[in-house]
């Protein structure tokens, strides 16, 4: 199943690398060699652009009904194959199966969600300043879409952007990262096994300075919609800016979880684990700022830590270079005073695997609290009151999530009033959000736009304002 080449796929058909140079994908589960990908670079950047371009106009002119069918179509068959495309996502991600079914459920949810928009998605019709007209707004396609993406949950990240993309009338070149290349391979074979028209979403494999630049580059490209860390969004929206290309941006997160002293406490500590250590703590809406009251420290710390000591591998992070980061950051945290109360260390010798980590002593200034690591890290720190836990929570150049544990309604509505954050969660974990809530961050999270949700149309189409003179006689 899992083929020795990954080639990308351009205007239907599968294709090497056209400067016949390949990357080698290892397993972040032991180290061992998985298959290779095609190294693309600005040639295929430009084909795979230039087939989105040509097959866009007949995929439009369908209409949103039929568009939205072959998505569900898509994640019909996605569903019918949950086993296999979770094998994949397995072996390239090195996370559990389990884990792994369960975000081929999140991306067919999200395909049907997206299907159900073919019928659904409303313009507005208003009334018009002078007498008979009519007003009213229609979505049209963007055009041709980049779409770029980070590695972390890959076929949700294929499928939060390609069937918004698809279903809004788009052309799409897919650029997955590096690190999963098997899950969009896969995916694009599904896509054109339900007879997605063959240009209408094109995959290129590679690295994003060599194969996704040229794509964000490209003045054929209309859109660029990115998921991945904030350091590459600020250089990608850069390239965009010169252009004057729309852009969208999800980002990183450094979110706060808070635990008030009138909370559950063995609730809070439950939600902490799984926010924090759930897919090797590699999710941006992961916690890794865990804020606790002073009243209830001591007695949360305990229970913390405990839990740890129980938890079950959590699996390895994504590559050498991720897990070497994280230890790095660990290290100089220790070294500017901090205390590592459990994990700090690599675990085995094959793959890349971390033990779940928690400090306490790190100032709010230093890097290990103002840094995304995209690992299995969280800090304590302890506060007095709910003030004080606002301003901290807000002490940060992001605001994805944020997460409060109280009894008081009070507190919760406070906190979600004052926080800066696109997603505020009462007493469960720092997470996504549904496939029809909008989801996106604040600050260095993002650009401002909503992925997921009917927000997603506002990112893959544009409204058009149409003012209709309804008899030209007497207009
Ligand atoms: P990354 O920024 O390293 O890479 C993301 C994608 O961009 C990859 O496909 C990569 O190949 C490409 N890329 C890298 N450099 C590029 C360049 N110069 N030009 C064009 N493309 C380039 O991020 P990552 O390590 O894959 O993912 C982790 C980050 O993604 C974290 O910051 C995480 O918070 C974020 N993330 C955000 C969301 C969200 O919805 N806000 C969801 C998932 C992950």
Same mark, same amino acid.
């Given at each position: 199943?899992?083929?020795?080449?990954?080639?990308?796929?351009?205007?239907?058909?599968?294709?090497?690398?056209?400067?016949?140079?390949?990357?080698?994908?290892?397993?972040?589960?032991?180290?061992?060699?998985?298959?290779?990908?095609?190294?693309?670079? &600005?040639?295929?950047?430009? +084909?795979?652009?230039?087939?989105?371009?040509?097959?866009?106009?007949?995929?439009?002119?369908?209409?949103?009904?039929?568009?939205?069918?072959?998505? !569900?179509?898509?994640?019909?068959?996605?569903?019918?194959?949950?086993?296999?495309? /979770?094998?994949?996502?397995?072996?390239?991600?090195?996370?559990?199966?389990?884990?792994?079914?369960?975000?081929?459920?999140?991306?067919?949810?999200?395909?049907?969600?997206?299907?159900?928009?073919?019928?659904?998605?409303?313009?507005?019709?208003? +009334?018009?300043?002078?007498?008979? !007209? +009519?007003?009213?707004?229609?979505?049209?396609?963007?055009?041709? &879409?980049?779409?770029?993406?980070?590695?972390?949950?890959?076929?949700?990240?294929?499928?939060?952007?390609?069937?918004?993309?698809?279903?809004?009338?788009?052309?799409?070149?897919?650029?997955?990262?590096?690190?999963?290349?098997?899950?969009?391979?896969?995916?694009?074979?599904?896509?054109?096994?339900?007879?997605?028209?063959?240009?209408?979403?094109?995959?290129?494999?590679?690295?994003?300075?060599?194969?996704?630049?040229?794509?964000?580059?490209?003045?054929?490209?209309?859109?660029?919609?990115?998921?991945?860390?904030?350091?590459?969004?600020?250089?990608? &929206?850069?390239?965009?800016?010169?252009?004057?290309?729309?852009?969208?941006?999800?980002?990183?997160?450094?979110?706060?979880?808070?635990?008030?002293?009138?909370?559950?406490?063995?609730?809070? #500590?439950?939600?902490?684990?799984?926010?924090?250590?759930?897919?090797?703590?590699?999710?941006?809406?992961?916690?890794?700022?865990?804020?606790?009251?002073?009243?209830?420290?001591?007695?949360?710390?305990?229970?913390?830590?405990?839990?740890?000591?129980?938890?079950?591998?959590?699996?390895?992070?994504?590559?050498?270079? /991720?897990?070497?980061?994280?230890?790095?950051?660990?290290?100089?945290?220790?070294?500017?005073?901090?205390?590592?109360?459990?994990?700090?260390?690599?675990?085995?010798?094959?793959?890349?695997?971390?033990?779940?980590?928690?400090?306490?002593?790190? +100032?709010?200034?230093?890097?290990?609290?103002?840094?995304?690591?995209?690992?299995?890290?969280?800090?304590?720190?302890?506060?007095?009151?709910?003030?004080?836990?606002?301003?901290?929570?807000?002490?940060?150049?992001?605001?994805?999530? &944020?997460?409060?544990?109280?009894?008081?309604?009070?507190?919760?509505?406070?906190?979600?009033?004052?926080?800066?954050?696109? #997603?505020?969660?009462?007493?469960?974990?720092?997470?996504?959000?549904?496939?029809?809530?909008?989801?996106?961050?604040?600050?260095?999270?993002?650009?401002?736009?909503?992925?997921?949700?009917?927000?997603?149309?506002? #990112?893959?189409?544009?409204?058009?304002?149409?003012?209709?003179?309804?008899?030209?006689?007497?207009?």
């Amino acid at each position: 199943m899992i083929p020795d080449e990954v080639p990308n796929l351009v205007a239907g058909e599968e294709r090497p690398p056209a400067g016949g140079a390949w990357l080698e994908k290892l397993r972040p589960a032991d180290g061992t060699s998985l298959c290779r990908i095609a190294r693309s670079g &600005a040639a295929d950047a430009e +084909t795979a652009v230039a087939a989105a371009r040509e097959a866009q106009p007949a995929w439009a002119a369908q209409t949103p009904v039929d568009r939205g069918n072959l998505v !569900r179509e898509i994640a019909e068959l996605l569903r019918d194959r949950r086993d296999e495309a /979770s094998e994949l996502v397995a072996a390239e991600t090195g996370k559990t199966l389990e884990l792994a079914r369960g975000e081929v459920d999140a991306a067919v949810e999200m395909g049907f969600f997206v299907a159900g928009e073919g019928r659904r998605s409303y313009g507005r019709t208003t +009334t018009a300043s002078m007498p008979h !007209r +009519t007003v009213l707004t229609l979505r049209r396609p963007v055009g041709v &879409a980049a779409l770029l993406i980070s590695f972390n949950t890959p076929l949700p990240n294929i499928a939060w952007k390609t069937f918004p993309s698809i279903f809004c009338g788009n052309g799409s070149v897919l650029k997955p990262s590096e690190h999963t290349p098997l899950s969009a391979w896969w995916f694009g074979r599904l896509c054109h096994e339900c007879g997605l028209p063959p240009g209408v979403l094109n995959v290129v494999h590679g690295l994003g300075p060599e194969v996704g630049m040229p794509l964000v580059e490209d003045p054929r490209v209309d859109l660029v919609s990115f998921t991945g860390s904030s350091a590459t969004g600020r250089t990608i &929206a850069e390239a965009t800016g010169r252009r004057l290309a729309k852009t969208v941006m999800e980002l990183g997160g450094k979110n706060a979880l808070v635990v008030c002293d009138d909370a559950d406490l063995g609730r809070a #500590v439950e939600w902490t684990v799984a926010s924090a250590f759930s897919n090797a703590g590699q999710r941006c809406a992961a916690a890794s700022r865990i804020v606790v009251f002073d009243a209830v420290y001591e007695e949360f710390r305990r229970l913390l830590v405990e839990a740890v000591d129980r938890l079950d591998p959590i699996g390895p992070v994504i590559s050498e270079a /991720s897990l070497e980061r994280v230890l790095a950051a660990v290290t100089a945290a220790r070294a500017a005073g901090a205390t590592v109360l459990r994990g700090g260390e690599r675990v085995g010798e094959n793959g890349w695997h971390l033990a779940p980590t928690v400090v306490e002593g790190a +100032t709010p200034g230093a890097p290990l609290s103002r840094e995304e690591l995209f690992g299995p890290v969280a800090a304590l720190y302890r506060v007095p009151g709910l003030a004080e836990a606002i301003t901290l929570t807000n002490d940060s150049a992001y605001g994805l999530t &944020a997460a409060i544990h109280t009894a008081s309604v009070h507190r919760a509505m406070l906190f979600a009033e004052q926080v800066a954050a696109g #997603v505020v969660v009462v007493n469960a974990g720092t997470h996504g959000s549904e496939p029809h809530m909008g989801f996106g961050g604040v600050g260095q999270s993002g650009t401002g736009w909503r992925e997921a949700g009917v927000e997603a149309l506002d #990112v893959y189409s544009e409204t058009q304002y149409v003012n209709l003179v309804v008899d030209p006689g007497l207009a």
